[in-house]
């Protein structure tokens, strides 16, 4: 197995879906197989004491589509991937819908969450051990599917290295591979490359492109809390606009952007003129 960052070759074509015309009327461009539902949320509120966070948001995830979320700090982001996780409930509204099994999501987090005292591979395990996958696999089958994930993000050297061994980029990659190594077929994602600097951050955004792409893994869709603009438009095919607590969706941006994505695309018209929208309606929140 080829480390991510060498994976361009095996890249799933999303081109059919997501090579939306440059004037950004991608609606009806995109391909069938974006259009059937990962996640339906319907109208949704919550509440923390009498605080009201989200308002009404209805929000329908396609399945094979990256979403990006931005909004406002503090509108409710994370709460609405914590909606979708099941670990909160709507107080009103009609709730969550998954089209798929919910042990088919994966979670990665800002911090990598990394056990100190477990090397690269056992925190890597760790989730097979204690989860679902127990029952289903050997203990065998279960570190392998860690050495593979492992290879995956290109980190097959460093297995026996513990997490203070590791840069900051390396024990994101780790966290990364311990979601996919249960096999998620849809990954959240809150602000998992917010921690990293600006070279880092570029380079993870492509590899996780490369590895939502690859055909070897289950992972069909991708929601992505984010603070970043820019990062958001280089990934994303459409980006959720948040408005500000109590938040709803307040608008949603097509990115008419092809894939497979690459850094350099940043610098394209398409690029810098969804940026500068997105830019604008920031400001009018
Ligand atoms: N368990 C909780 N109990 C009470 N209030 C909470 C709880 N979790 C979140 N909140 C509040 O809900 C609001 C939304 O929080 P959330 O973390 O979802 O925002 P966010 O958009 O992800 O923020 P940021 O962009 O700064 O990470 C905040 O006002 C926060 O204080």
Same mark, same amino acid.
């Given at each position: 197995?080829?480390?991510?960052?060498?994976?361009?070759?095996?890249?799933?074509?999303?081109?059919?879906?997501?090579?939306?015309?440059? =004037? +950004?009327? !991608?609606?009806?461009?995109?391909?069938?197989?974006?259009?059937?539902?990962?996640?339906?949320?319907?109208?949704?509120?919550?509440? #923390? +004491?009498?605080?009201?966070?989200?308002?009404?948001?209805?929000?329908?995830?396609?399945?094979?589509?990256?979403?990006?979320?931005?909004?406002?700090?503090?509108?409710?982001?994370? /709460?609405?991937?914590?909606?979708?996780? =099941?670990?909160?409930?709507?107080?009103? =509204?009609? +709730?969550?819908?998954?089209?798929?099994?919910?042990?088919? &999501?994966?979670?990665?987090?800002?911090?990598? $969450?990394?056990?100190?005292?477990?090397?690269? &591979?056992? %925190? *890597?395990?760790?989730?097979?051990?204690?989860?679902?996958?127990?029952?289903?696999?050997?203990?065998?089958?279960?570190?392998?599917? !860690?050495?593979?994930?492992?290879?995956?993000?290109?980190?097959?050297? #460093?297995? %026996?290295?513990?997490?203070?061994?590791?840069? =900051? +980029?390396?024990?994101?990659?780790?966290?990364?591979?311990?979601?996919?190594?249960? %096999?998620?077929? &849809?990954?959240? @994602?809150?602000?998992?490359?917010?921690?990293?600097?600006?070279?880092?951050?570029?380079?993870?955004? *492509?590899?996780?492109?490369?590895?939502?792409?690859?055909?070897? /893994?289950?992972?069909? /869709?991708?929601? @992505?809390?984010?603070?970043? *603009?820019?990062?958001?438009?280089?990934?994303?095919?459409?980006?959720?606009?948040?408005?500000?607590?109590?938040?709803?969706?307040?608008?949603?941006?097509?990115?008419?952007?092809?894939?497979?994505?690459?850094?350099? @695309?940043?610098?394209?018209?398409?690029?810098?003129?969804?940026?500068?929208? &997105?830019?604008?309606? $920031?400001?009018?929140?």
């Amino acid at each position: 197995m080829a480390a991510i960052s060498s994976l361009a070759g095996s890249v799933r074509e999303r081109a059919a879906g997501a090579a939306f015309d440059a =004037g +950004g009327s !991608a609606g009806a461009s995109s391909g069938a197989h974006l259009q059937t539902s990962a996640i339906s949320i319907q109208n949704c509120s919550l509440t #923390f +004491g009498s605080v009201r966070v989200l308002n009404g948001v209805s929000l329908d995830v396609r399945s094979g589509e990256f979403m990006s979320i931005l909004g406002p700090s503090g509108c409710g982001k994370s /709460t609405l991937l914590r909606l979708i996780l =099941g670990l909160l409930r709507p107080d009103q =509204g009609g +709730g969550i819908t998954l089209h798929v099994p919910r042990e088919e &999501i994966g979670i990665v987090f800002q911090k990598p $969450v990394l056990m100190p005292w477990q090397t690269a &591979i056992q %925190n *890597i395990e760790l989730p097979l051990n204690i989860g679902p996958q127990r029952a289903k696999q050997s203990k065998a089958e279960r570190r392998e599917r !860690a050495e593979w994930t492992l290879e995956l993000v290109g980190l097959a050297d #460093f297995r %026996n290295h513990y997490p203070q061994q590791l840069s =900051g +980029g390396m024990q994101q990659r780790i966290a990364i591979a311990r979601a996919l190594a249960a %096999n998620p077929s &849809i990954l959240l @994602m809150d602000e998992p490359f917010g921690a990293l600097d600006e070279f880092t951050r570029e380079k993870l955004n *492509i590899e996780l492109l490369r590895l939502w792409a690859n055909p070897d /893994t289950k992972l069909n /869709t991708v929601v @992505m809390v984010t603070h970043s *603009i820019q990062e958001s438009v280089l990934m994303s095919d459409r980006i959720v606009m948040m408005s500000p607590r109590p938040a709803n969706v307040s608008d949603i941006v097509q990115v008419p952007l092809a894939h497979p994505r690459e850094a350099e @695309m940043q610098e394209l018209p398409a690029f810098l003129s969804t940026v500068r929208e &997105i830019r604008k309606q $920031v400001k009018a929140l």
